[in-house]
């Protein structure tokens, strides 16, 4: 499991926009990650975000990866008649749970069951 910090909690005092150095950590996104784990973080990430973008547009008109730069983070959303129905936040606890679910079913399936997609296949 990845070790993290969301970056929103953990400002400096200065001024409310800049981060603190927390030793052993850097910023990916909006969350700090153990330095040890952010190219499996990274790698993780682009991996379930192509999968994700790629089976739930087999369900929806239209998907795109949104809000990078934002305090919650990047984030995979879905659309039906340019409505937003879908929105999975790629975040470390989206990832983690990701990597769990594809230790006990395939991948499309573990993707199915994070987007409460699962009786829809």
């Given amino acids: 499991m990845f ?4 970056k929103k909690q953990h400002l400096g005092t200065v001024n409310n926009k800049e981060p603190l150095n927390i030793d052993g950590m850097s910023i990916v996104d909006a969350y700090y990650i153990e330095n040890s784990q952010i190219e499996a973080y990274k790698t993780d990430r682009e991996r379930y975000s192509d999968a994700l973008i790629y089976v739930l547009k087999q369900y929806f008109t239209d ?20 409505e937003p129905v879908k929105c999975i936040y790629l975040n470390p606890e989206t990832i983690d749970q990701l990597r769990i679910y594809e230790q006990e079913m395939p991948l499309k399936q573990a993707i199915l069951k994070i987007c409460e997609l699962e009786n829809e296949d």
């Fill in 3 to 6: 070790k993290f910090l969301k």
């Fill in 63 to 82: 998907v795109d990866r949104m809000f990078e730069g934002t305090d919650d983070g990047e984030a995979v959303v879905a659309f039906h008649n340019d």
